[in-house]
């Protein structure tokens, strides 16, 4: 808002600088009037009565026309005599229309004024500032940040159970595995059991012998 106020401010101080070195001190001092009265709405619009401003400004009302008819011809103001509709361009230069809810809200303030053609002209600028303005994402309402568009949950991480630990491999059993089984020939068993008599005897011998 401060950076519109500043634009107003300075468009406005650069206009009426030039109408005052121009020597159009009644228009110069009308301008400032009309742009900072509180009678004219954020469209830009107002109903002014020529003989009123005379008096808020101490002009005659001669003047106040005259200074009116000067501020047109150079595009700063338009008037309908008619309807007494006074539309300053410059209000919606430093500030147009955006958003949908401002459009939805200038429209009903253009509805509240008399039935003109400069009315028609008003809305039809409202409505090019939103054209012209980045559009909304569907379905984003008028107005809303996509700065606050709720960020959805994370999903919750699945637990992972531990992994079971691989079972020991069962070891092979020297008396029941078959692959530990010797065959022993009958020749090469009687042969053994020989061997085994003849060394039993040998020991029943060491033991008799007188130490």
Known sequence: MGRIRRVLSDQLWHEVRTLLVDGLRDAAWLLAYLTTNPGLDFTGLGIFNASGIAEDIALSTRRV???LQGLAARGLVEYEERTRIVFVP????GDPIRSSAQLAGALRRL???PSSPL???VRIICGQGVRESPRESPG???GESPLHTPTPSPSPS???SPAPSPSPAPRASALNSSSEHITISED?????LAR???ESRRLATRRSMPS
């Open 188 to 192: 090469e068993r009687e042969r053994n």
């Open 158 to 160: 699945p637990t992972l």
């Open 111 to 113: 509805e509240g004024m």
């Open 65 to 67: 026309r005259t200074a």
């Open 140 to 142: 984003e309402s008028p």
């Open 119 to 121: 009315v028609d002209r």
């Open 90 to 93: 410059m209000i919606l230069e």
């Open 196 to 198: 085994l008599a003849a």
